[in-house]
């Protein structure tokens, strides 16, 4: 049986997160990562990580929470990384369309550091804001975390290439990939190298990363079997710092 790693789920807001993982590991996805997108996820995340094996967790604050922010929250953030050295930082980043840009940015450099200082792996959120994400990462460029996932990637090609020249990007692709009206995504699914490619669910609906790696497989004229076997060894791959 081919094995399926979903690298960005937000498996928290299952409502029988046991069923859906026994459901998933019949079909083959043996692992799912789980992001907290604030801080009171993080409770949710640790009991999830404590009672599945399968699932590993990032911690972060998503730029659309910033409204939930309490004082403090870094130096309980950087405790509960310091505690578990397989947590990963996530999800961070960055939306043009939502309030606060500076805040946002304030925010995730600020997880940018944590994630650094302790050698984890990031999953970072970017809509609209590429060209601030550049300029950021651009100005951290000695010191970044080991590995950057740009989770449902939608910044297109140049930003790709531009990205795996700063950072070691990975980028994953979401259900998204089937939607109408996406160009830029089909675009960069297509170009991305084949040792940078992810999948996800990016929800609850874990089981959704099959199709998604069957899609990519199709899109890329790729040989199936060879090409979710590449995916699964790049999700192994980023697992590894966090």
């Known amino acids: 049986m081919l094995k399926y790693i979903d690298i960005h789920c937000h498996l928290q807001n299952a409502s029988d997160p046991e069923f859906v993982l026994n459901d998933v590991e019949k079909v083959g996805v043996v692992c799912c990562v789980c992001n907290s997108t604030n801080e009171t996820d993080w409770v949710k995340l640790i009991d999830l990580s404590k009672n599945y094996s399968a699932v590993k967790c990032a911690f972060g604050i998503h730029p659309w929470d910033l409204k939930d922010l309490k004082e403090g929250w870094k130096q309980r953030l950087t405790e509960i990384l310091k505690q578990n050295s397989e947590f990963m930082v996530g999800e961070i980043g960055l939306d043009k369309y939502k309030p606060d840009i500076d805040l946002q940015e304030k925010v995730f450099c600020a997880q940018l550091d944590i994630a650094t200082n302790l050698n984890r792996t990031v999953h970072i959120h970017c809509v609209g ?58 675009e960069s699914a297509v170009a991305t190298p084949l040792d940078r490619i992810l999948i996800e669910s990016d929800g609850e609906k874990i089981e959704e990363v099959i199709k998604v ?23 192994k791959r980023v697992l590894a710092n966090g």
């Open 129 to 186: 804001a590429w060209d601030k994400m550049l300029h950021i990462l651009k100005e951290y460029r000695k010191k970044l975390p080991p590995k950057l996932i740009f989770h449902s990637y939608n910044g297109g090609v140049e930003f790709m290439e531009r990205l795996l020249d700063l950072c070691d990007a990975y980028f994953s692709y979401s259900p998204l990939v089937f939607e109408e009206g996406y160009k830029k995504i089909k």
């Open 213 to 235: 790696a069957e899609k990519l497989a199709e899109m890329r004229d790729a040989e199936k079997s060879d090409f979710i076997m590449q995916v699964y060894e790049n999700s």
